[in-house]
């Protein structure tokens, strides 16, 4: 397989590239199907894939120009319907996201108005029918990225939120746990254009920590949760004067259990090309050097967006990364592979290319076959789109082996009655990523250490590859 080695883009040189494209543009064999169509008619800013109407399969949640909705996963294959509206006439939906607010059991869905200055949630029944918007902060300056998490560990959710022409950002805290009254507390009131950030142990003590951009400085920092509640915050920059780092994910990507840092690089001069790459984190929130995995060789195309899941289903955590250009043909999804989960990675190759304006990734298991599937938005194009990871074959493909699986929905074990030996059992997360493998004819397989939401579990006997969709409570 050919390797991802760059190309050139500018407009003096765009014809000799274009006749070259080609002899050496590589692409990622058959790891992904072909772009699969969701909507054409929609200027996307935001998307999630998360079941929104308890059918055990992932829908999509949409953010865009004047529109939120969802798209149904009919048959839990990928058939999606036609968009089913939320929210209209609200200008920009710039984030979208969805948790459980209200611990009523059902999923809940978060937006931020980056125009109109709110962060609203919309309560769910559990089937996809959303009722009036609760406003979870207003008078904010742009505010960008929204993230549910229960900060400060008190078993509600709570909301990060990121803003675009402001200085700071916030949390807001679900203060009645049912998503009624909030308050909204500042983490840090300097950095300018905070807009994204994400939540995790960053330093090993149990609490939740956050990492942020700063689009001003084009610093990273991380705010150590000091009372383990969010009331008291330390800043710790982990690069100064570096480039914009406009996408990034928190995950152990040398299997230390550790949470280490992959982002993408914002292109600033031909001396400064955009890039991928990954900071080590030692534990205790001390970050190395940022490695690059992958670099532009031309200065007009910016990685806009990266995304970390497990590929190829080896067990290692895999990055995705978005490439965008002002041509078409430049624009492509690449994926770099993680090798031994012990921070080596291979070149970067090319899933798929020639999109027009790419806008955002996501990643998850919407035809039920337990491996990754990723999805792409187009800006100007309009377009949603999917693409069939093909690591492990469609459900159509597995064997019937006449395994019962038991309880279900399950809490701290499941049961597999089945009359002949199983070799294998796999866990797999919505997201494609493997939760849990068990050998040796197990029978009975504690899953109390997962936690909750919907599994593909994939038994293996000598008769084949079967797959079951289980909850675990």
């Excluded at 999606?80 to 611990?103: C, G, K, T």
């Amino acid at each position: 397989m050919n390797k991802l080695r760059g190309y050139i883009s500018n407009y003096k040189t765009h014809l000799l590239w274009m006749m070259s494209l080609f002899l050496w543009l590589p692409v990622s064999g058959q790891l992904y199907g072909p772009r699969q169509l969701i909507d054409t008619d929609v200027i996307y800013r935001d998307i999630e894939v998360v079941d929104l109407n308890e059918d055990e399969h992932p829908d999509v949640l949409m953010g865009g120009i004047d529109i939120v909705s969802w798209y149904q996963n009919t048959d839990g294959q990928g058939s999606f319907s036609e968009a089913i509206p939320i929210e209209l006439d609200q200008s920009q939906a710039y984030s979208v996201n969805a948790a459980d607010m209200n611990q009523n059991g059902f999923t809940d869905i978060i937006v931020s108005y980056f125009d109109l200055d709110y962060v609203a949630w919309y309560p769910n029944d559990g089937s996809g029918n959303f009722g009036e918007k609760v406003i979870i902060a207003n008078g904010l300056d742009s505010c960008f990225n929204v993230l549910p998490v229960d900060l400060d560990q008190d078993g509600d959710m709570d909301i990060v939120i990121g803003i675009v022409n402001g200085t700071g950002f916030y949390w807001a805290e679900n203060v009645d746990g049912q998503g009624v009254t909030w308050q909204l507390h500042m983490v840090d009131a300097t950095p300018s254009q905070a807009r994204t950030q994400r939540v995790g142990d960053v330093d090993g003590d149990g609490d939740l920590d956050i990492v942020s951009n700063m689009v001003s400085t084009n610093w990273m920092a991380w705010y150590e949760n000091l009372d383990g509640i969010g009331q008291q915050w330390e800043q710790h920059i982990i690069e100064f004067n570096g480039l914009y780092e406009r996408s990034f994910e928190l995950v152990d990507m040398d299997g230390d259990g550790h949470l280490d840092l992959v982002s993408s690089k914002t292109f600033e001069s031909t001396s400064n090309p955009s890039n991928i790459g990954w900071r080590k984190n030692d534990g205790e929130g001390n970050f190395g050097n940022f490695e690059i995995l992958f670099q532009t060789e031309f200065g007009s195309t910016d990685v806009t967006d990266v995304k970390v899941g497990d590929i190829d289903n080896d067990g290692f955590p895999d990055i995705v990364g978005l490439l965008a250009n002002v041509f078409p043909e430049n624009n492509h999804i690449i994926w770099i592979k993680n090798i031994d989960n012990a921070g080596t990675f291979d070149e970067a190759e090319i899933i798929d290319s020639n999109f027009f304006k790419p806008g955002n990734l996501n990643l998850a298991d919407v035809d039920s076959d337990g491996d990754l599937d990723l999805f792409l938005t187009t800006s100007p194009g309009r377009e949603l789109m999917w693409f069939e990871n093909l690591t492990i074959l469609n459900t159509d493909d597995f064997q019937d082996n006449g395994a019962v699986v038991y309880p279900n929905p399950a809490t701290a074990f499941i049961h597999i009655a089945y009359e002949g030996a199983i070799e294998r059992v796999q866990f797999y997360t919505v997201e494609g990523i493997k939760a849990l493998e068990v050998t040796g004819n197990p029978k009975t397989i504690d899953v109390s250490t997962l936690t909750t939401g919907f599994y593909s579990v994939v038994i293996e006997t000598a008769k084949g590859r079967s797959v079951y969709k289980v909850v675990k409570q």
